[in-house]
């Protein structure tokens, strides 16, 4: 049981650039959701998913794009790259029903140049 | 911004002492969640907190919540050097189970 796993763990890009940021999670669970974290903040949700096949937008989703095609993969696209979205990445994971908490990834470093 | 406030933002404190960290938020919540980061990693659920609830205890932790003044105290007692991380509440409200954290108040117990 691998619980909540992000791939990669780090990249740099070049503005302009596109990448795909895949979360996996082995829980079965429901909902699913991509975060980003900055120096001294907290985190802020970018997408979410409630289920295979819906998404929705998170507090901070100007730039990136989301995809749930499978029950356990949730993707975080950028499709041009800006050195704004310089961060760490966590995708998380809850069976909300009766269980909120959420299970969080490693987290991916991504620095855009 | 949504985001919730904690202070202190850093506290310093020797082993064996308690450290108080406390958590304001800014809207109804069905509840409130404490997380723990280290260094380098992804969070890690501590405890969980539900509206109707005043306090609740795991282990070497007590969590209150006043609703009535949207705020949330996590009291780690007994220190440990291994506590030192970065601690964040987050509220969940509406049935999205979405969170929203707190800027976090970052722990060191020194040894």
């Known amino acids: 049981n691998a619980g909540v796993t992000q791939t990669p763990k780090f990249r740099v890009l070049k503005t302009g650039q596109s990448m795909t940021l895949l979360c996996a999670q082995d829980?079965?669970?429901?909902?699913m959701y991509w975060y980003r974290q900055d120096p001294g903040m907290g985190l802020r949700l970018i997408h979410y998913?409630?289920?295979?096949?819906?998404?929705a937008k998170g507090e901070v989703p100007d730039g990136y794009n989301v995809s749930r095609l499978k029950k356990q993969n949730f993707l975080l696209g950028l499709e041009s790259a800006a050195p704004s979205q310089t961060s760490v990445y966590f995708c998380?994971?809850?069976?909300?029903?009766?269980?909120?908490?959420?299970?969080f990834g490693p987290g991916t470093r991504l620095l855009v140049l | 911004s949504q985001q919730g406030e904690e202070d202190p933002q850093a506290l310093s404190i020797q082993e064996g002492e308690n450290a108080t960290m406390n958590c304001s938020y800014k809207?109804?919540?069905?509840?409130l969640q404490w997380y723990r980061q280290n260094s380098g990693r992804g969070l890690v659920h501590l405890i969980l907190?539900?509206?109707?609830?005043r306090e609740k205890h795991s282990g070497r932790l007590r969590v209150t919540l006043d609703t009535s003044k949207k705020s949330s105290s996590l009291l780690i007692t007994a220190s440990r050097a291994a506590d030192t991380a970065s601690y964040f509440c987050?509220?969940?409200?509406?049935?999205?189970?979405?969170?929203?954290f707190g800027q976090g108040t970052t722990l060191q117990v020194k040894p």
């Open positions: 998380a994971s809850s069976y909300y029903r009766g269980q909120e908490t959420q299970y």
């Open positions: 829980m079965n669970h429901e909902y």
């Open positions: 998913s409630v289920g295979e096949g819906t998404t």
């Open positions: 809207t109804s919540i069905n509840n």
């Open positions: 907190i539900r509206s109707n609830e």
């Open positions: 987050a509220s969940s409200s509406g049935n999205t189970g979405k969170l929203i």
